[in-house]
């Protein structure tokens, strides 16, 4: 049964730090490359980091780039996202997803707020 298990989320302040993490199981972690996505109150899921299935390339939405860092330990069959300096804006529930060829993975999602 394929599995992904977001946690880490919550209530932190402008400016503070948070890390996700997603626990994979039930398929080959290894060969997926992973992503998180995120969906804010009335508006459009959004693609927020990628990582290969190496682990060598990633890439940002332009809004994260330089706050957020994704990386991946493959041994563990976990991804994870390092935010930081989180602004009111990135207050969203957060996916995991894993993506090989026509396969498609979600996880449930963990909720992040960011607000004084």
């Known amino acids: 049964q394929v599995q992904l298990v977001e946690s880490g989320g919550g209530l932190v302040q402008p400016g503070e730090s948070l890390s996700l993490s997603c626990a994979a199981s039930g398929f080959l972690f290894s060969r997926y490359a992973m992503s998180w996505y995120r969906q804010a109150p009335g508006k459009e899921r959004e693609l927020v980091a990628t990582?290969?299935?190496?682990?060598?390339?990633?890439n940002y939405a332009d809004s994260v780039k330089g706050r957020f860092t994704i990386f991946r330990e493959n041994g563990k069959n976990t991804v994870y996202l390092q935010m930081n300096s989180l602004k009111p804006e990135d207050t969203a529930v957060y996916y995991c997803?894993?993506?090989?060829?026509?396969?498609?993975?979600w996880g449930q999602g963990t909720q992040v707020t960011v607000s004084s």
């Open positions: 990582i290969a299935s190496a682990g060598g390339i990633t």
């Open positions: 997803n894993g993506r090989f060829r026509f396969l498609d993975y």
